[in-house]
């Protein structure tokens, strides 16, 4: 069996889809060990993933970067990436089965088994790059064909009926998972958030790529009035990868960034995300729309409690871990974020509700589902 894998969202900085991808990619070779397996990434095929931090690959994410942000460079930049696959299979290869973890491969492929994440270039186009709108227009086609298709959540997979009449039984279900890493029953030691002057149980928290879907005004402005005893003691931290557009930043912002009530972290690796969400009181996700949230997930496998927006998949990851919210509702943030700081006991409950619910996520179950799905796919 051979298998053809789109790597190209591997290029970093990883966001959410980037590391489901790399999440599954690298368990397909123990979940498939009878198969040959192709990686397409930096414009070219290669026969195992490359060292993360390989200076090509780093390449590859600029100018994924760069083209996100010129409208005009999409459409040229995904006709090079195309060409570029397809100019470089073999004829062996033509019988090869496509995994897509990123929607679409670069190149239409049949037998191929996407991954959709979300519908959000539907539901809310205004909070999305014109670029990515634009590349997933045509997923309904590539949908009908697929041989088989990847949600990674009930909720995904429900819009997808909808949305696109298609049948529930091609839809199979893999949602991310939660590395042990995340998995914490106390509190980190003060020392490792000395590098982000930081101290246990005294901020909150919320982790996400810098986009208007990520509706971080509504946070700030639900943090901003809060009594400033409690802003001074509890600082709001924003973690995340810069995205695009105007995410939210305003004069207001300058204040309390000044006064060190606002702390704005660029994007962190898993190993010291781990212990920023185990030091929280709270992860804070008022998204617009998710297709799942892997944060929330990662932050109620260690025991922090969650406040998230009853909007997308948000209420099936959250479970009993956490509060939910109307996302628009400022007031109710506020009222929110006070009753998280000072009821210990509330936060207790919910930690204990929200660590097996957190932990049931896993990244191996998910896997085999993937390999089930590419192995029904083979031609042979």
């Known amino acids: 069996m051979k298998i053809l894998i789109d790597a190209s969202c591997l290029a970093p900085p990883l966001t959410g889809v980037g590391r489901y991808a790399r999440n599954i990619i690298e368990r397909l070779p123990a979940a498939l060990p009878d198969a040959e397996f192709r990686y397409f990434l930096g414009g ?110 009930g909720f995904t997979a429900k819009e997808m009926v909808a949305e696109y009449g298609l049948r529930a039984e091609r839809i199979h279900l893999a949602p991310p998972g939660v590395a042990p890493r995340f998995w914490r029953d106390a509190p980190p030691p003060p020392e490792s958030l000395a590098e982000f002057s930081l101290s246990p149980q005294g901020y909150y928290l919320c982790v996400g790529t810098f986009e208007p879907r990520k509706n971080l005004a509504t946070l700030v402005a639900a943090y901003s009035r809060l009594p400033s ?44 995300l781990a212990d920023l969400y185990g030091g929280a009181i709270a992860l804070c996700m008022p998204s617009l729309y998710e297709g799942f949230g892997m944060p929330v997930a990662e932050a109620l496998a260690g025991g922090t409690p969650v406040l998230a927006s009853n909007a997308g998949a948000l209420p099936a990851t959250v479970g009993p871990g956490g509060i939910l919210l109307s996302p628009l509702d400022v007031p109710a943030w506020t009222d929110a974020m006070i009753v998280m700081a000072e009821d210990d006991a509330l936060r207790r409950r919910l930690a204990a509700a929200g660590r097996p619910h957190g932990r049931s996520f896993r990244w191996d179950a998910s896997a085999l589902v993937v390999a089930a799905a590419l192995r029904a796919a083979d031609p042979a």
């Open 44 to 153: 070219r095929w290669a026969a195992a993933l490359p060292d993360r931090a390989r200076g090509s690959f780093t390449q590859a994410g600029l100018l994924r970067h760069l083209a996100r942000r010129i409208p005009v460079s999409w459409p040229l930049w995904r006709g090079l990436q195309a060409a570029l696959w397809r100019g470089s299979l073999s004829a062996e290869d033509r019988g090869s089965v496509c995994f897509a973890p990123n929607f679409l491969p670069p190149c239409p492929w049949t037998p191929c088994v996407p991954v959709v994440h979300d519908l959000s270039f539907l539901r809310l186009p205004e909070s999305l790059p014109q670029g990515r709108r634009a590349r997933l227009q045509d997923l309904r086609r590539h949908l009908h064909r697929a041989s088989a298709i990847i949600a990674v959540s």
């Open 229 to 272: 005893c409690m802003r001074e003691r509890f600082p709001l931290v924003l973690a995340g990868a810069p995205g695009w557009g105007n995410y939210g930043w305003a004069p207001s912002w300058e204040t309390l960034a000044n006064s060190g009530q606002l702390r704005i972290l660029d994007y962190v690796p898993d190993e010291a």
